[in-house]
């Protein structure tokens, strides 16, 4: 009876997290571009939670989360597009080759104020991001002819 007790509790203990766990997945190594008061862009270090159980996608600071920051809080079934570029270029100097490339998304929502937000994505986690957003949207974010990422001083041209 004893043994069974013990085992009970130590499954119990192993169990009763995974259930109550948030369905929470995040990317870091975002850069979200925010306009300040005088209509510039300013880039903020940030990380992309994907939030399932309250059908949300939120942006806060990369480090200390919403504690220290939220940038935007989009729900899901309000994403309208998903805009994604990717911006290649030279490199010239004393060294002649490729730039890498930089992966901007943009995604659109009247749930937002300026009807966007511009992301900056990681080479690295760039298609994982963009492949999660894909899966809880619906939305496909392939490129758009005639379409941009609004303009600022940090946006692709």
């Known amino acids: 009876m004893r043994s069974r007790l013990i085992a009970l509790v130590a499954l119990s203990t192993l169990v009763t997290p ?5 369905n929470v997945v995040e990317f870091r190594k975002v850069d979200v571009f925010t306009p300040d008061d005088d209509g510039d862009e300013r880039k903020h270090d940030a990380r992309l939670e994907i939030d399932t159980d309250v059908d949300e996608i939120r942006l806060v600071d990369e480090k200390r989360g919403a504690a220290r920051a939220t940038y935007a809080v ?3 079934d309000r994403v309208t597009a998903l805009v994604y570029v990717v911006e290649l270029g030279m490199r ?3 060294v002649v ?3 890498p490339a930089t992966h901007w998304l943009t995604i659109e929502s009247e749930a937002l104020p300026l009807g966007y937000v511009k ?3 990681d080479k690295d ?3 994982a991001l963009r492949f999660a957003l894909r899966a ?6 392939d490129l ?7 303009s600022g001083g940090s946006s692709p041209s």
């Open 92 to 94: 010239w100097g004393g």
């Open 125 to 127: 986690n760039q298609r």
């Open 136 to 141: 809880v949207t619906g939305i496909i974010d």
């Open 97 to 99: 080759g490729m730039r």
């Open 18 to 22: 995974a259930a109550f766990a948030a």
């Open 119 to 121: 992301l900056r994505l």
């Open 74 to 76: 989009i729900p899901i």
């Open 144 to 150: 758009v002819p005639g379409r941009r990422i609004p």
